[in-house]
C-alpha cells in the first residue's frame, strides 16, 4: 500500500466499513486492513458501470477515489483506534489518465497530511493489468 510519509509512524488496527447506499448500489468493495492506514476499494466492471464509449464511468472513478482517499483521512482521524472517524468531502481534484474497459479496478487511498479536523489525502485508481486509469487530490474534514 502506498501512504505519504506524513503519518507513517503510526500503526493502524484493522477497520470495519460502514456499507453506504453508494457502495450497494454501484458495487464496489472497501478493504481497511492495510497497517499503514491507507484503504483500498476494488470494483469488478460490468456493463452498467461503462459510459457509451464502453469504459468506466468518470463519476465512477471520481466516486471510488474519493471513498479511497476518505477513508484513509478517516482511519487517520481514528489516531491508532479501530472507530472509524466520519468526515467530509471539502475537495477533489480528479485527473483521468486511461480507460478502464474490462475487469477489476483498484483504488488506492493514503494520507499526504492535515491535522485535528482538516487531512489530505490522495488516491489512485489502477486496471487489472496495473495501468494508472485514474488519480485524485481531496481534502476532508472531520464531520461534526
Known amino acids: 500500500m502506498r501512504i505519504g510519509t506524513w503519518n507513517g509512524s503510526l500503526h493502524f488496527p484493522?477497520?470495519?466499513?460502514?456499507?453506504?447506499g453508494a457502495q450497494g448500489l454501484v458495487g464496489y468493495q472497501i478493504d481497511l486492513t492495510d497497517p499503514e492506514g491507507g484503504s483500498k476499494i476494488t470494483l469488478d466492471l460490468?456493463?452498467?458501470?461503462?459510459?457509451?464509449n464502453e469504459t468506466l464511468h468518470g463519476g465512477i472513478h471520481a466516486m471510488m477515489l474519493d471513498a479511497a482517499a476518505g477513508f484513509a483521512a478517516s482511519r487517520t482521524l481514528a489516531n491508532g483506534t479501530d472507530t472509524i472517524v466520519p468526515v467530509v468531502t471539502?475537495?477533489?481534484?480528479?485527473?483521468?489518465?486511461?480507460?478502464?474497459h474490462v475487469g477489476r479496478v483498484i483504488a488506492t487511498g493514503w494520507v499526504t497530511g492535515g491535522g485535528y479536523k482538516?487531512?489530505?489525502?490522495?488516491?489512485?485508481?489502477?486496471?487489472?493489468?496495473?495501468?494508472?486509469?485514474?488519480k485524485a487530490s481531496g481534502v476532508f474534514k472531520r464531520a461534526g
Not at 482538516?118 to 485514474?134: K, P
Request: charged share 15%; net charge negative; with cysteine.
Open 118 to 134: 482538516i487531512v489530505y489525502a490522495d488516491a489512485e485508481i489502477r486496471d487489472a493489468q496495473g495501468m494508472l486509469c485514474s
Open 14 to 20: 484493522p477497520h470495519n466499513a460502514p456499507l453506504s
Open 90 to 100: 471539502v475537495s477533489l481534484t480528479t485527473s483521468f489518465l486511461a480507460p478502464a
Open 46 to 52: 460490468r456493463p452498467e458501470h461503462l459510459n457509451r
